[in-house]
Structure formats: structure tokens, C-alpha cells
């Protein structure tokens, strides 16, 4: 008999690969490549530190302004990790032909080091931006390790550049860490690299939550999609970003500042630019709902400042509305528009933080969203934004809010 022109593929190539390198055991035997191990960090502090700017000043050229000190750890398939070191920032060094070059075999991720008001440092829940690290570098074929490590890495790193480029007399101000891990073997060919980099900085980053007037969005163009089911949009690797430029570019032609990325025939609601979208309405039986895009189909990045204004929100917003992650498309926010049920809007990520929408223009259309008064974010997006804040900044104690041992 002839074999069926459709067949069930008898094994998912993508999550198996991802799953092994789950389960496979990082403590170092003499089969098994060493461990990230953070214990190991060695320190070479710099002798000439840089005069630290002003935050207007350092976010006013071209060139993004880090800190005195880095982390770097190297990675190769037979000898697993390296010693980390924390050592001067500087350049790297990568041959023209570093798998990173030229085939994506790059992660990263984006956080933030914040100076509370209280004097003491914090970065915000660091333990989910580590796990999706490892997530992000077993999607891209780089090499895994103990999210925890990372954590500690990042730590240490902040507790040595965080009391002189975060001092105490600048409370309520933040630097931004990135963490990044690259594939560097340097031989051409499409492969998962066996050898590996993982470095990370701290640096400026301009305030981009309060726009005047609201934040603008233009929808995606019809011949564009900025992730897809079955890609990689649920992962934080390079290949998400650049090829989205080009709409993002046009967009701000005309007068907007980021594209509101839709998927599919019926125009499914997905991202801000890089940021989660989120939408406060009446629904038509009355109810007052938060809407998100969900996450099951790994369409869409599992955002942590997502993850907290959803938790939060379900925990001290029970009874005010509901709280609803699921597909919804632009035609639903066209028809609430025109029935006067849209009440807020707001996009949510690191960059962004939570930063309130004023208009969604689709197709010749403009859907005008309310703001709050003379043009602040409404209720439940200042709300949300108050409380994330203070957890970030120190004005309310959380476990989300880790405290990080200062190097004086």
C-alpha cells in the first residue's frame, strides 16, 4: 500500500531536542562538560573607572553608555563552562566567521537594576529572567545552564557597579542589565555551535513609560508578521527583532511609536513593538475585563512585567474585573470602540514598563482610547503601574523586589 500523502510525524524534533538538554545532568564528571558555576567568579576590578553621568547626559548620544565592569563566561561542547569573570567592559573578541554572525545563534535578556527610595539596590524578580534565558538558549541550540547561576552572576555584577553609577543620592533611578549569550565557533556551517559566550552588562536606558499624550500604535502591515505559531516568539533571541524594523521605522514616519503586531486572518491581537499589550473594557454583558493575548501557543513572549500586572491585578483588583488571557482581534476592539466600551490601554515590558496607549490606527482608522486626567495613564493602568513600582523601587517590601549585597 502507497503511504498516506499526510502522515503524523512520529516525533516532535524541536521539543525533544529541548527536552534533553533539560533533563541532561550539569554536575561535571569525565564524560559530563562542567557546570555554570557562579562560585567560581573571579574578580579584576578596574584601575581607571569612568566619570559616571548624569541620566540625561548618558542617554543623549549615540553610543549606549555601561558601566566600569562586565561578567564573561565561556562555553565549549567538550569542556562545558569556563571560570566566570567579572573584569573591565570592553570589546569583545569574535572571528569574521562566529556562528553568531551569521546564523542567530544568539540570546538575551533585558532587566533592571533600580535604587530605591528606601537606599538599598534591587533588581526585579530575577529569577524569572534567568529560566527564560535557559529557555531562550536550549530554542536557539546554545548551551544550557542553572538559571540560578545566571542569578548570581547578575548579582554580583550589580553589587560591584551599582553604589557609584547608582548612588544613593539618585534614588528612583535604574540602570539596565543585558545578559546575552552567543554562539562563537568560528567555522561556517548551519550547526549548533560547540563553542559559546555569555556576557553581561549594565547600562542606560532612556525613561520611554510616559510619553506625552500616550503612547501611539500603528497596526502591522498586511504582508508582515512579527512572530508566528510554531517560530520562536515565545523566546528572547536577536532574529525577533530585526526584521520587524522596517515597519517599526515606517511607523514612526508617520507619527507613531510602535506597531501593533497582528496575527493570523482575523487579525489576532499580539504585541506593542516588543512589549505586551493589554486592553481594560466592558465586555457586552457589562463586565469590566483586563484582555491579554495568551501564551499557550507560544506565539508571544511570556513578558515579566506581564506575568506581575497579571498577578497582580488578579490579586488586588478581584471584584473591580476580570482578568482574561485569550485571542481577541482587532475587529473586537474596532466594535467596542464604536459602542463606547474601551476604557484603557496600556503596553507592558522592560523597556516600556507600563506605559498607557492613547490610539490604535488600523487601516485608515483610528480607535481613540480614554486617558486619565490631562493626559495620564486612566485608573487601572496607574493602579497596576503604582504598585509594580513601588515593589521595584522599595516603597512596599516584596519578594519580588530582590536586594542586592553592595560592594562599597
Known amino acids: 500500500m502507497a503511504p498516506s500523502a499526510v502522515q503524523t510525524q512520529d516525533v516532535d524534533l524541536t521539543a525533544a531536542a529541548v527536552h534533553q538538554k533539560d533533563i541532561t545532568p550539569t554536575l561535571p564528571s569525565a564524560s559530563n ?34 558601566t566600569d565592569h562586565m561578567v564573561t563566561a565561556t562555553w565549549t561542547a567538550d569542556a562545558g563552562w569556563g571560570t566566570p569573570e567579572l573584569k573591565p567592559y570592553g570589546p569583545l573578541s569574535l572571528m569574521p566567521t562566529a556562528s553568531c554572525l551569521h546564523y542567530a545563534t544568539e540570546c ?26 535557559r529557555m531562550s538558549a536550549s530554542r536557539i541550540s546554545l548551551p544550557v545552564f542553572e538559571p540560578e547561576e545566571l542569578e ?15 548612588p544613593k543620592d539618585r534614588p528612583g533611578s535604574f540602570l539596565y542589565l543585558r545578559p546575552t549569550l552567543i554562539g562563537t565557533q568560528s567555522q561556517l556551517g548551519v550547526q549548533a555551535p560547540k563553542e559559546a559566550m555569555l556576557y553581561i552588562i549594565v547600562s542606560f536606558m532612556p525613561r520611554m513609560d510616559s510619553p506625552v499624550g500616550g503612547m501611539r500604535l500603528h497596526t502591522s502591515p498586511e504582508d508582515m508578521v512579527r512572530a508566528w505559531v510554531g517560530g520562536f516568539g515565545y523566546a528572547k533571541v536577536g532574529a525577533n527583532y530585526g526584521p520587524s524594523l522596517m515597519a ?22 499580539t504585541e506593542a513593538g516588543a512589549s505586551n499589550f493589554f486592553v481594560v473594557w ?30 497582580l491585578a ?8 476580570e482578568v482574561t ?4 482581534t482587532i475587529s473586537e476592539l474596532i466594535e467596542a470602540d464604536a459602542e463606547g466600551r474601551i476604557l484603557e490601554s496600556f503596553a507592558a515590558g522592560t523597556a516600556y514598563f507600563v506605559c498607557p496607549i492613547s490610539q490604535i490606527h488600523h487601516r485608515g482608522q483610528d480607535i481613540n482610547i480614554p486617558m486619565g486626567a490631562e493626559g495620564a495613564a486612566g485608573e487601572v493602568t496607574s493602579k497596576i503601574k503604582g ?22
Open 152 to 166: 548570581k552572576l547578575i548579582i554580583a555584577l550589580c553589587g560591584v557597579d551599582g553604589p557609584r553609577w547608582l
Open 325 to 328: 488571557e485569550r485571542k481577541y
Open 282 to 311: 466592558k465586555r457586552k454583558d457589562g463586565k469590566k475585563e483586563l484582555i491579554t493575548a495568551p501564551l499557550d501557543d507560544k506565539l508571544i513572549l511570556d513578558g515579566v512585567t506581564r506575568a506581575s500586572c497579571l498577578d
Open 33 to 66: 562538560p562542567a557546570a555554570l558555576d557562579a562560585s567560581k567568579l573571579t574578580y579584576t576590578l578596574t584601575t581607571s573607572p569612568r566619570a559616571v553621568p548624569d541620566e540625561a547626559t548618558a542617554n543623549a548620544g549615540t553610543e549606549t553608555i555601561c
Open 108 to 133: 538575551f535578556e533585558g532587566l533592571k537594576v533600580f535604587r530605591g527610595f528606601d537606599g538599598k539596590l534591587r533588581i526585579f524578580r530575577p529569577n524569572k529572567n534567568a529560566a527564560r534565558m
Open 248 to 269: 517599526t521605522q515606517d511607523a514612526r514616519r508617520r507619527g507613531f511609536h510602535q506597531i501593533l503586531w497582528l496575527y493570523g486572518p482575523q487579525g489576532e491581537c
Open 387 to 408: 504598585w509594580v513600582g513601588d515593589i521595584m523601587y522599595g516603597r512596599e517590601q516584596h519578594e519580588w523586589g530582590v536586594v542586592i549585597p553592595e560592594r562599597e
Open 314 to 321: 488578579r490579586e488586588r483588583l478581584a471584584g473591580e474585573l
